[in-house]
Structures are given as structure tokens and as C-alpha cells.
């Protein structure tokens, strides 16, 4: 069985802040994918990221950035100098090779002007 | 280019009632998966229909069932409703019968009286 720890439930940060959100996942699948989306209030799901468990490339996107460590099973991602338009829940997901997603809890994030 | 819709948008219901939610993926997507997201955790996985089939089941009862159409769509159908069934309901487009990365539409908020 899959499992997505975000021990990270709320996250509070004054603008212009970097943040690191963490997400450990376990799998006993080889083959195996790992998503984060963002959440904001008005509730759709926004996708982020996809990896795949054979790709520990690191990856940037403008102030997004995310770290895959297959030896410590995480997959973390921080925000570089944060905005108030960033506050929303994040969620860290994993798939199987049907892709069928397993989520963590949640972290939410709080940015304050 | 259409994202995911989903109808409707919000639902009132009284235990013991049935529930039909809608889906529609985004355009050229052709599987479907449906997602139950109590307040405050992570969504969950119920199942995805590919190639208007059943392929993966998460751990719900019969009570939840579903179905999808020859143009993708899909519908949701709770019977039985409980009140631990208020939650929001989202739907997943994918390519690639679910192996791609997952969109997620804007959800149905389903609350059960």
C-alpha cells in the first residue's frame, strides 16, 4: 500500500519569505509517480509537477523549485520569495502505474503582506 | 481548450437519497477518475473508468458506482447517501487509459442532511 506523509498541516509566512513544504511518500513499487497540486479556496485541484521515479533531476519553474531524493523518499517543494496570491493548501500525490493517486494531508500555506 | 467541467456545483441531499454527479474531461482526454475529498484531507481515490470500464477500484463500498460514456463523460452515483458522505467530489481527466498526469475540474460539494 501506498502512503503520503505531509507532516506539515499549516504554514505561516510573511511575503517575500522562502518556504520549503515536505512530502515523504512509501512504495514498494519500482515504477511509481509523484505529483504536487495546489488548492486554492475556491477549490479545484491545480496541477504542479509530475516525476517519475526514475528521474531525480531536480527542477525549477520561475520561483517553484523541487528536490527528489529516492534515498530519503521525499519529494520537497519550495516557494523562493513567496506572494500573498500563493497562500492555498498543497498537496503532495504519488501514482501507481495505473496512476491511481494517493495523496498526502495537506499542507496549507499563509502568506501575509 | 475546455478544462474539466463538472455539474453541479453544489448539492443538498437527505440520507437515504441517491446522488448522480457529472464529468466531463478535457478535451481529448479519455479516462476518468473520480476523487472524494472529506473537509480538511486529502482527496481519495473511489475509481477510473477507461474505455467506458471500471479499472481501478479505491476502497468504497457499492454503494458508490459509476459509469462512462461513449464521448468520455462520466457520472457518479451514490445510493444510500450517509451523512459521512458530505465531502467534495472531484473529477480527473487523464490520457493514456489514467498514465498521464490527472487534471482535476472545480468539484461538486455535496452535503447530505
Not at chain 1, 7 to 35: G, H, M, N, P, W
Not at chain 1, 59 to 88: C, H, L, M, P
Not at chain 1, 89 to 113: H, I, S, W
Request: net charge negative; glycine share 8%; aromatic share 12%.
Amino acid at each position: 500500500a501506498q502512503k503520503v506523509t505531509q507532516a506539515q498541516t499549516e504554514i505561516s509566512v510573511v511575503e517575500k519569505e522562502d518556504v520549503t513544504l515536505d512530502c515523504v511518500y512509501e512504495t514498494r513499487d519500482t515504477t511509481y509517480y509523484l505529483f504536487w497540486y495546489k488548492q486554492p479556496p475556491s477549490g479545484e485541484l491545480v496541477f504542479l509537477i509530475r516525476r517519475n521515479s526514475f528521474d531525480e533531476q531536480n527542477e525549477i519553474s520561475g520561483r517553484y523549485s523541487w528536490n527528489f531524493q529516492k534515498s530519503t523518499s521525499s519529494f520537497n517543494f519550495t516557494i523562493t520569495a513567496s506572494q500573498v496570491v500563493d497562500s492555498a493548501v498543497y498537496f503532495c500525490a504519488q501514482g501507481d502505474a495505473g496512476n491511481m493517486l494517493t495523496f498526502g494531508g495537506g499542507t496549507r500555506l499563509m502568506v501575509k503582506p | 481548450d475546455a478544462g474539466v467541467t463538472q455539474s453541479p456545483t453544489h448539492l443538498i441531499k437527505t440520507r437515504g437519497q441517491q446522488v448522480t454527479l457529472r464529468c466531463s474531461p478535457k478535451s481529448g482526454h479519455d479516462t476518468v477518475s473520480w476523487y472524494q475529498q472529506a473537509l480538511g484531507q486529502g482527496p481519495q481515490f473511489i475509481f477510473q473508468y477507461y474505455e467506458e470500464e471500471e479499472r481501478q477500484r479505491g476502497n468504497f463500498p457499492d454503494r458508490f458506482s459509476g459509469h462512462q460514456f461513449p464521448n468520455y463523460s462520466s457520472e457518479l452515483n451514490v445510493n444510500a447517501l450517509l451523512l459521512g458522505d458530505s465531502a467534495l467530489y472531484l473529477c480527473a481527466s487523464s490520457l493514456q487509459g489514467g498514465r498521464d498526469t490527472q487534471y482535476f475540474g472545480p468539484g461538486t460539494r455535496l452535503t447530505v442532511l
